[in-house]
């Protein structure tokens, strides 16, 4: 059981902790990492979801990874910037007209929801 192993640890030493760690699991070793670095969790195997102590999820992190969505966001030239989860192509481009498409928009980029946005809403949901 390693509690935060690489918390307060420059980068060098992460990384070779990492190794070790890759090295000893093919080895056989299991080892239980906690950790609130969620690019440490998608090293794992299995990742396991705490809410309160009480266990929300367990799954690989290519499954959890799947639960997410495509994210949209979206800059104006004054600042004004909205950043909306939507699931459907059709939404994200109603989205971009109501936003002001194509006038005033400055930036859209649109990318895979983040591990630790999908462990948020996972415990969102979970709390209701």
């Known amino acids: 059981f390693l509690d935060e192993p690489t918390a ?19 080895d056989g070793t299991t080892l239980f ?9 998608l090293l794992c195997d299995k990742v396991t979801i705490l809410n309160h102590g009480k266990v929300v999820l367990v799954d690989s992190p290519q499954n959890i990874m799947q639960r997410g969505k495509t994210r949209l966001s979206v800059t ?5 910037s909205e950043a909306e989860i939507e699931s459907t192509p059709e939404a994200m481009a109603q989205k971009l007209r109501e936003f002001g ?27 209701t």
């Open 8 to 26: 307060a640890v420059d980068p060098q030493l992460r990384a070779r902790s990492w190794e070790l760690f890759r090295k000893l699991a093919k």
């Open 33 to 41: 990492i906690s950790t609130h670095l969620m690019d440490e969790a």
């Open 76 to 80: 104006t030239p004054d600042g004004r």
């Open 101 to 127: 498409l194509p006038n005033d928009i400055s930036s859209i980029k649109l990318g895979p929801s983040t591990l630790e946005e999908i462990v948020l809403e996972i415990i969102r949901e979970d709390s």
